[in-house]
């Protein structure tokens, strides 16, 4: 019955789609038993939205959702829709409770509260709306229905029409991204857009497959889709976004990834945003003297841009959407956010001479074909003398001797140029551009005090994360925190002598860290056998190591997984044994070879000394289902002498 009124009601937008009656039909089909470990269950999930030639969205939202336990009771007590007031308008039209007796009692609207979002480092006036549902049972259900228009970011131009402020900033068109995933069960979602027939719209269904019928009705088209019995997904560890997985569709009245890179450098032109100001030249210039060439030039304002303007977004009234800051406002606050700091890079880069205009992309998550607004953050590229673009983010390098950081790689990416650009995708990044090192020599005494020397250093991310403890520190800290990672190994450790380059000046030379230190009952010393685990390939600064955290229990994956990015581990380590000591052999994947990860890990005694050598290489930061059984097995093989001592016999 409900999937029957479901189905038609696509046909006639704004019609109601269940009534109480039909509702409690559904509602008593829904038996918690079949459901034993979820909270709740969503009878139905209907959105129904309607495009105005100018793009403006009416959209129609339609629940239904049967409580099973008292954590669902706990969660559906209050109804909650976020928005932005700039660019949207939200009402929660009705509401009303189902009991398990079949009583429907309805909920008073009029009380509906309206607050400003819970916000942390980005302050743009985000609102919720709230409705308090009140004390649930399990067996109960509720309702509601919502009506928004408008879209998620904020215009550039004010009006006297108060429905101005929703048209979409690429005015006429329509896009949207619809999960037909759910983190509780649902037997039915639908979704339906109707549009004039003069917008076609080109979609796609992404990771698989929905019911849809396309029907005309005079002067209008309307597209519709459905999906029955979703089931939630199962999470693996570290697994790639749910949008990349999970079944989805797109759809958009653009007509490709071109007229948004056109209309994207358009909009920011026409409003100025890059426009120079004696100040900004003046401050070009300074940062510009030591530059001896073009590299140094783009490699000084980037890394100015990215150190000095805070990642912070304060409420800057109109412009919060898809147009940049002008660069004389996030020169005189010093902050902003993704799109603050690519703009004043732009700015700066053309006070200096250079072509530079902006990009959008999409941090975390994976770029389909279909021209619907897939992003999240804001970047810059800047025009070589060669005629190549180069991509640029102020707001992932701070501190760090990347200009684009290799955290995106594998990652897509729309330039806003005047020749236009389609949707391109950053390259992998080598493993050697994240080389982490350490060298060490120590000795082994015979009452099991190890004592010692090690020097740390890395390039790119790695770098980076070493770095991490001072950058990501005060300066007060810095000293406890180089302490915490040998102290986090063995607790008793004492650190004799340590020096560090200076941090601060990361532009000139990758960070370098010696340490001296004596460790006393380091080693588990028997009466003819020694236990211990060499300290450098013990997860010494574990934080330039990430994949040693990964869980390898699984044999297989169903999605792909990421990491954080490509790298190169390079550890040497020669141990000085006690005299009469032999290291007995143990039966460790000295070598494996693979496309995706790689390791040669060699333990060899000379006389009285151990030489510990571990190289293993992971290939990229983004890693298909097929690829875990390589990537597993290379961690697996790392953590081999993590996890199990060397054992030393006397002979």
Same mark, same amino acid.
């Given at each position: 019955?409900?999937?029957?009124?479901?189905?038609?009601?696509?046909?006639?937008?704004?019609?109601?789609?269940?009534?109480?009656?039909?509702?409690?039909?559904?509602?008593?089909?829904?038996?918690?038993?079949?459901?034993?470990?979820?909270?709740?269950?969503?009878?139905?999930?209907?959105?129904?939205?309607?495009?105005? %030639?100018?793009?403006? =969205? *009416? &959209?129609?939202?339609?629940?239904?959702?049967?409580?099973?336990?008292?954590? $669902? @009771?706990? /969660? +559906?007590?209050?109804?909650?829709?976020?928005?932005?007031?700039?660019?949207?308008?939200?009402?929660?039209?009705?509401?009303?409770?189902?009991?398990?007796?079949?009583?429907?009692? %309805?909920?008073?609207? =009029? *009380? &509906?509260?309206?607050?400003?979002?819970?916000?942390?480092?980005?302050?743009? $006036? @985000?609102? /919720? +709306?709230?409705?308090?549902?009140?004390?649930?049972?399990?067996?109960?259900?509720?309702?509601?229905?919502?009506?928004?228009?408008?879209?998620?970011?904020?215009?550039?131009?004010?009006?006297?029409?108060?429905?101005?402020?929703?048209?979409?900033?690429?005015?006429?068109?329509?896009?949207?991204?619809?999960?037909?995933?759910?983190?509780?069960?649902?037997?039915?979602?639908?979704?339906?857009?109707?549009?004039?027939?003069?917008?076609?719209?080109?979609?796609?269904?992404?990771?698989?497959?929905?019911?849809?019928?396309?029907?005309?009705?005079?002067?209008?088209?309307?597209?519709?889709?459905?999906?029955?019995?979703?089931?939630?997904?199962?999470?693996?560890?570290?697994?790639?976004?749910?949008?990349?997985?999970?079944?989805?569709?797109?759809?958009?009245?653009?007509?490709?990834?071109?007229?948004?890179?056109?209309?994207?450098?358009?909009?920011?032109?026409?409003?100025?945003?890059?426009?120079?100001?004696?100040?900004?030249?003046?401050?070009?210039?300074?940062?510009?003297?030591?530059?001896?060439?073009?590299?140094?030039?783009?490699?000084?304002?980037?890394?100015?841009?990215?150190?000095?303007?805070?990642?912070?977004?304060?409420?800057?009234?109109?412009?919060?959407?898809?147009?940049?800051?002008?660069?004389?406002?996030?020169?005189?606050?010093?902050?902003?956010?993704?799109?603050?700091?690519?703009?004043?890079?732009?700015?700066?880069?053309?006070?200096?001479?250079?072509?530079?205009?902006?990009?959008?992309?999409?941090?975390?998550?994976?770029?389909?074909?279909?021209?619907?607004?897939?992003?999240?953050?804001?970047?810059?590229?800047?025009?070589?003398?060669?005629?190549?673009?180069?991509?640029?983010?102020?707001?992932?390098?701070?501190?760090?001797?990347?200009?684009?950081?290799?955290?995106?790689?594998?990652?897509?990416?729309?330039?806003?140029?005047?020749?236009?650009?389609?949707?391109?995708?950053?390259?992998?990044?080598?493993?050697?551009?994240?080389?982490?090192?350490?060298?060490?020599?120590?000795?082994?005494?015979?009452?099991?005090?190890?004592?010692?020397?090690?020097?740390?250093?890395?390039?790119?991310?790695?770098?980076?994360?070493?770095?991490?403890?001072?950058?990501?520190?005060?300066?007060?800290?810095?000293?406890?925190?180089?302490?915490?990672?040998?102290?986090?190994?063995?607790?008793?450790?004492?650190?004799?002598?340590?020096?560090?380059?200076?941090?601060?000046?990361?532009?000139?030379?990758?960070?370098?860290?010696?340490?001296?230190?004596?460790?006393?009952?380091?080693?588990?010393?028997?009466?003819?056998?020694?236990?211990?685990?060499?300290?450098?390939?013990?997860?010494?600064?574990?934080?330039?190591?990430?994949?040693?955290?990964?869980?390898?229990?699984?044999?297989?994956?169903?999605?792909?997984?990421?990491?954080?990015?490509?790298?190169?581990?390079?550890?040497?380590?020669?141990?000085?044994?006690?005299?009469?000591?032999?290291?007995?052999?143990?039966?460790?994947?000295?070598?494996?070879?693979?496309?995706?990860?790689?390791?040669?890990?060699?333990?060899?005694?000379?006389?009285?000394?151990?030489?510990?050598?571990?190289?293993?290489?992971?290939?990229?930061?983004?890693?298909?289902?097929?690829?875990?059984?390589?990537?597993?097995?290379?961690?697996?093989?790392?953590?081999?002498?993590?996890?199990?001592?060397?054992?030393?016999?006397?002979?």
């Amino acid at each position: 019955m409900l999937k029957k009124i479901l189905l038609s009601s696509l046909l006639i937008p704004m019609l109601a789609l269940a009534g109480p009656d039909e509702n409690l039909q559904v509602l008593r089909k829904i038996n918690a038993k079949d459901y034993p470990s979820d909270k709740v269950v969503v009878a139905y999930d209907s959105t129904r939205v309607f495009v105005d %030639p100018s793009g403006l =969205s *009416k &959209v129609h939202i339609h629940q239904l959702f049967k409580v099973l336990t008292a954590k $669902g @009771a706990l /969660e +559906k007590r209050v109804i909650t829709f976020g928005y932005d007031p700039l660019s949207a308008y939200v009402e929660i039209q009705s509401a009303a409770i189902y009991r398990k007796n079949g009583d429907v009692i %309805p909920v008073d609207v =009029s *009380k &509906v509260n309206d607050y400003p979002a819970p916000a942390r480092a980005i302050y743009w $006036g @985000a609102r /919720e +709306k709230m409705v308090e549902i009140g004390r649930l049972e399990p067996g109960d259900a509720v309702e509601v229905q919502i009506f928004r228009k408008g879209f998620t970011y904020a215009l550039l131009q004010q009006s006297t029409d108060d429905d101005e402020r929703y048209i979409p900033p690429m005015r006429g068109q329509f896009y949207d991204i619809v999960p037909f995933w759910s983190s509780d069960p649902m037997l039915e979602k639908v979704y339906s857009v109707n549009v004039p027939n003069d917008k076609p719209i080109q979609y796609e269904v992404y990771n698989g497959q929905l019911r849809s019928a396309v029907a005309f009705k005079g002067s209008r088209v309307l597209y519709s889709f459905a999906s029955s019995n979703i089931r939630p997904l199962k999470t693996e560890p570290g697994m790639v976004a749910w949008s990349d997985v999970a079944p989805k569709l797109l759809l958009s009245t653009s007509p490709d990834w071109k007229a948004k890179s056109l209309w994207f450098y358009g909009v920011n032109e026409d409003f100025g945003s890059f426009a120079c100001t004696p100040e900004i030249q003046q401050k070009t210039n300074s940062i510009l003297k030591e530059a001896r060439n073009e590299e140094d030039s783009i490699a000084l304002l980037t890394h100015w841009v990215a150190d000095e303007i805070r990642y912070s977004g304060i409420s800057m009234g109109k412009g919060e959407g898809y147009t940049l800051h002008t660069g004389a406002m996030n020169f005189a606050d010093r902050c902003g956010v993704c799109k603050d700091k690519a703009g004043m890079l732009i700015t700066m880069l053309r006070a200096a001479g250079f072509k530079a205009y902006a990009a959008m992309t999409m941090a975390g998550e994976r770029i389909d074909y279909i021209p619907a607004d897939q992003f999240n953050h804001s970047v810059t590229v800047v025009k070589q003398r060669n005629g190549s673009y180069k991509i640029l983010d102020p707001t992932w390098v701070p501190f760090n001797r990347e200009l684009w950081s290799s955290l995106e790689q594998q990652q897509g990416y729309l330039m806003g140029v005047p020749e236009g650009a389609d949707l391109m995708e950053t390259p992998i990044s080598q493993p050697e551009n994240h080389l982490f090192k350490m060298i060490g020599k120590s000795r082994l005494l015979p009452n099991g005090t190890l004592e010692g020397e090690f020097t740390v250093t890395g390039e790119g991310q790695s770098e980076a994360a070493v770095r991490g403890i001072f950058s990501g520190a005060w300066r007060s800290e810095w000293e406890k925190n180089l302490e915490k990672e040998l102290l986090r190994m063995a607790p008793q450790a004492i650190i004799l002598e340590k020096s560090y380059t200076n941090p601060d000046e990361y532009l000139k030379q990758p960070i370098l860290i010696k340490v001296k230190y004596r460790i006393p009952a380091y080693a588990l010393v028997g009466k003819k056998d020694i236990l211990f685990k060499p300290l450098l390939v013990s997860g010494l600064f574990r934080r330039a190591q990430p994949q040693l955290s990964f869980n390898t229990s699984t044999d297989e994956r169903k999605y792909a997984f990421r990491d954080r990015c490509s790298r190169l581990v390079d550890i040497s380590e020669t141990i000085e044994l006690p005299e009469g000591f032999t290291y007995v052999e143990k039966d460790l994947p000295l070598n494996l070879m693979g496309d995706a990860a790689s390791i040669a890990t060699q333990l060899k005694q000379n006389g009285t000394q151990l030489l510990i050598t571990q190289k293993a290489s992971y290939s990229k930061r983004v890693y298909e289902a097929t690829e875990w059984a390589n990537f597993k097995g290379v961690v697996q093989a790392q953590t081999k002498l993590l996890d199990e001592p060397l054992v030393l016999v006397k002979k």
